[in-house]
């Protein structure tokens, strides 16, 4: 069974810095593109950032370009998001995303975490 855990969410004050974590499990993501999703209350889920297999690509949403960076480490089967300068548009619960591919942009993969809660307060 596949799982993917996340963990580092939580409350920070606007212009601190979080860091999220996601481990997958029973199954390996070395050749696979990974990404961290997001949903605020009422709102559409959206990405926020993918990586490549390699981290040769790497993709942001507009909103998060130059303060939220991807990464990720096939040795544990892993992808991070580091997000610095948090506003409180930031708000909302995090989902990694394993098991995507590239072509034109991130297409999201079939495994999903349960989520993180990022909560940015002003």
């Known amino acids: 069974q596949v799982q993917l855990v996340e963990s580092g969410g939580g409350l920070v004050q606007a212009g601190g810095s979080l860091r999220l974590s996601c481990v997958a499990s029973?199954?390996?993501?070395?050749?696979?593109?990974m990404g961290w999703f997001r949903q605020a209350p009422g709102q559409e889920r959206e990405l926020v950032a993918a990586?490549?297999?390699?981290?040769?690509?790497?993709v942001y949403a507009d909103s998060v370009k130059g303060r939220f960076t991807i990464s990720r480490d096939n040795a544990e089967n892993a992808v991070f998001l580091q997000m610095n300068t948090l506003n409180p548009e930031d708000t909302a619960v995090y989902y990694c995303?394993?098991?995507?591919?590239?072509?034109?942009?991130?297409?999201?993969?079939?495994?999903w975490g349960q989520g993180t809660q990022v909560t940015v307060s002003s």
């Open positions: 995303n394993a098991g995507g591919r590239f072509s034109g942009r991130y297409h999201h993969g079939d495994y």
């Open positions: 990586i490549n297999w390699n981290g040769g690509i790497r």
């Open positions: 029973g199954r390996t993501f070395n050749m696979d593109g």
